[in-house]
């Protein structure tokens, strides 16, 4: 697994703008700036977010381009695997990386693409 990139903030914007999903980020921000906040489960809970939204195919297929490229598997095989195989993968991507930075960079780019 390699660290998140450039790169990946700008899929995720491009997700995030697709889904409509910036208020619930905003949302996990606000939970993570609480000292006690549980970093890893906020991650999860916006990646879950985003699953959830996965319902228009072309979404779906950012997802596993998205996952699949910090996971250094192929897309394909993302879409493949088991789901916990995938929230394994989630939770790894969220430990081994500043994931409310992530989101939260990811969020202001979405909000600038929208404008």
Do not use: H
């Not at 977010?49 to 250094?72: N, Q």
């Amino acid at each position: 697994m390699r660290k998140i990139n450039t790169e990946d903030v700008f899929k995720m914007a491009r997700i995030i703008k697709n889904t409509s999903i910036t208020g619930n980020i905003k949302e996990a921000f606000s939970k993570g700036k609480k000292e006690d906040a549980d970093v890893e489960q906020i991650g999860i809970d916006i990646f879950m977010d985003i699953v959830c939204s996965c319902a228009d195919e072309s979404i779906e297929k950012k997802f596993y381009d998205l996952i699949g490229g910090i996971t250094e598997k192929k897309p394909e095989d993302i879409k493949k695997q088991s789901l916990e195989t995938t929230i394994d993968d989630i939770k790894r991507i969220c430990e081994e990386n500043n994931i409310l930075n992530f989101f939260k960079s990811a969020a202001k780019l979405s909000s600038k693409i929208q404008e």
